[in-house]
């Protein structure tokens, strides 16, 4: 039986997505993995472009609400932003609830080659943390 993983932000456009994407990847044999967020939008061009840079495509997922997934059980509830942290419902059984924070890239219309460069180091920090625990199977 697969380990149930949901991965929460506020928007679900960019650091829970890309999450997903790292443990869809490559940790699809031990978890079944979903992304949502508090108020969803649409996932960020940019966290598509900078993740195919390193071969992963998240451009067929798409936002999520939260209450999406309410009454359902998941082993582990990951908050990746502190305002999805905050705003996180209950969901029932004994989910274990981490929070790992990773910076907010800049969202703006126009990317400039500063703010690739900021969601690259974004997707890296997330990629090396998911990519661990895709490889050991463990969260911790």
């Given amino acids: 039986m697969k380990t149930k993983i949901l991965?929460?932000?506020?928007?679900?456009?960019c650091r829970s997505q890309m999450a997903e994407g790292v443990l869809k990847r490559y940790g699809s044999d031990k978890f079944e993995v979903y992304s949502a967020g508090t108020k969803p939008s649409k996932v960020n061009e940019t966290a598509i472009k900078v993740m195919n840079e390193i071969g992963i495509d998240i451009s067929k997922q798409h936002s999520k609400n939260v209450t999406e997934f309410l009454g359902q059980h998941f082993n582990y509830i990951i908050t990746v932003c502190d305002k999805a942290k905050e705003s996180c419902p209950i969901f029932p059984g004994n989910s274990i609830r981490l929070h790992w924070a990773f910076p907010d890239p800049p969202h703006e219309k126009e990317v400039t080659e500063e703010i690739l460069n900021e969601f690259r180091k974004v997707r890296d920090l997330i990629y090396e943390k998911f990519k661990k625990v895709?490889?050991?199977?463990?969260i911790s």
Wanted: net charge negative; with cysteine; aromatic share 0%.
């Fill in 7 to 13: 991965i929460l932000c506020t928007g679900n456009s």
């Fill in 134 to 138: 895709a490889e050991i199977g463990v």
